[in-house]
């Protein structure tokens, strides 16, 4: 049975199609794509809003009071759930820093979670990190990699690690990019004091992104650039930004946009009281106190993470004037690609959806939507 599945506007990977349609065939993925008058199909939905394709979130640490790094494969399933449920369709879990046999056993406890597609890998932020930027990771954790400690944590995620945050100026930090890296790991250059020829020396070394940027690294003077300079001028490398109205001005992100053309990833950076109440909570090891949704140091010093999830970011970006399709490759071709998955929305890839609804601008997967068409056994679409 194929599907087909019109509306006013319809954003993939490729395309920007108005009055689009597509066709899913009946193992869930796309089989065709157009404008106009579309194919004959077994069944056929019209959905009222703009459709664009799932979410792809590179760095989240948790959801609904579960942290990955240290809940039940179980708890860690229902903080995955969450984010699905709110249009993120591949979710990379970070393990924040703790003690190195703590993270080995995250890892390990994580790992069969990647194996059957609950999540999309794992994200390793810390513990090479400096401490002169450590946020909310605790500095009596933080040391430089050493390569047999490289090589027990490659081994504990056996093939889930898919990136790794790391400071390049730590002793050994360049040659754990290149370990890593071959490895087929995504190296991350944040939480880092690095100078501008340290970072410059990791991307030659093989690092492509960029963690959190401005947030856990210097702020870019005019005589020493700093990592920040270097991420804005340096194509090699994609830069991670949390829009969530705390982590970055409107300002910094248009700066970015104009500095880096197709250079943004939309990332959460959620901690685990993502979709709780306001209260008190932990990660890292460190205390947390969540106010009006903002997740800080218990102490003040540092933002914590937040509690948003991607679709938030992109809404948010959205809101600036930002170009819908650049919306959508900063919250899902980009990342997509980055770790090797299908293009999002294009021929042959799965039929991971979402729709912005046109009465409120909320991003919903049209699964959340009331009347199911399936295709085989897999829920494809909903009408919305």
């Known amino acids: 049975m194929s599907v087909l599945v019109r509306a006013p506007r319809i954003v993939t990977a490729t395309d920007d199609l108005r009055d689009g349609w597509l066709v899913v065939d009946r193992s869930g993925a796309v089989q065709s794509t157009g404008t106009g008058t579309p194919p004959h199909t077994d069944t056929a939905t ?21 942290d990955f790094a240290l809940s039940t494969a179980d708890d ?19 393990v924040a820093t703790g003690p190195v046999e703590e993270t080995a056993a995250a890892l390990t406890r994580l790992r ?19 401490p002169a930027r450590r946020g909310a990771h605790r500095a009596d954790l933080l040391h430089a990699p050493d390569p047999a400690e490289v090589e027990s944590l490659l081994s504990a995620a056996d093939g889930g690690l898919r990136v790794v945050t790391l400071a390049p100026e730590l002793p050994g930090a360049l040659d754990a990019v290149r370990r890593l890296v071959a490895a087929g790991v995504v190296v991350a250059i944040g939480h880092t004091d690095a100078t501008a020829d340290q970072t410059r020396q990791a991307i030659d070394a093989g690092a492509t992104l960029v963690t959190h940027l401005f947030n856990g690294m210097p702020p870019m003077h005019h005589r020493t650039p700093g990592p920040v300079g270097v991420a804005l001028t340096d194509a090699r490398v994609l830069l991670e930004c949390i829009v969530d109205g705390h982590h970055l001005d409107p300002v910094t992100i248009d700066l970015v946009r104009r500095a880096a053309p197709g250079r943004i990833v939309l990332v959460s950076d959620a901690m685990s009281a993502t979709g709780c109440p306001d209260g008190d909570h932990t990660i890292a090891g460190s205390a947390v106190s ?15 993470g937040s509690t948003i999830t991607v679709a938030d970011g992109a809404r948010r970006l959205l809101d600036t004037g930002t170009p819908l399709t650049e919306v959508v490759a900063a919250a899902a071709t980009r990342p ?30 049209l699964d959340d939507a009331d ?12 009408s919305s």
């Open 76 to 94: 860690s399933r229902a903080a995955a759930a969450f984010h699905r449920g709110r249009g993120t369709s591949a979710l990379i879990a970070s």
């Open 371 to 382: 009347a199911a068409v399936s295709v085989g056994t897999t829920p494809a679409v909903r």
């Open 290 to 304: 969540v106010r009006g949704g903002v997740a800080m140091l218990a102490d003040g010093s540092s933002l914590a």
């Open 46 to 66: 019209t959905i009222a809003g703009t459709v664009v394709p799932g979410l792809v979130d590179l760095h989240a640490h948790g959801a609904l009071g579960h």
């Open 112 to 130: 069969p979670l990647v194996g059957d597609g609950t999540l999309a890998g794992l994200h390793l932020e810390g513990p090479w990190l400096a």
């Open 336 to 365: 997509a690609h980055l770790l090797g998955l299908p293009a999002p929305l294009a021929v042959g890839s799965p039929a991971e959806m979402l729709v912005i609804d046109t009465a409120d601008g909320r991003w919903k997967p």
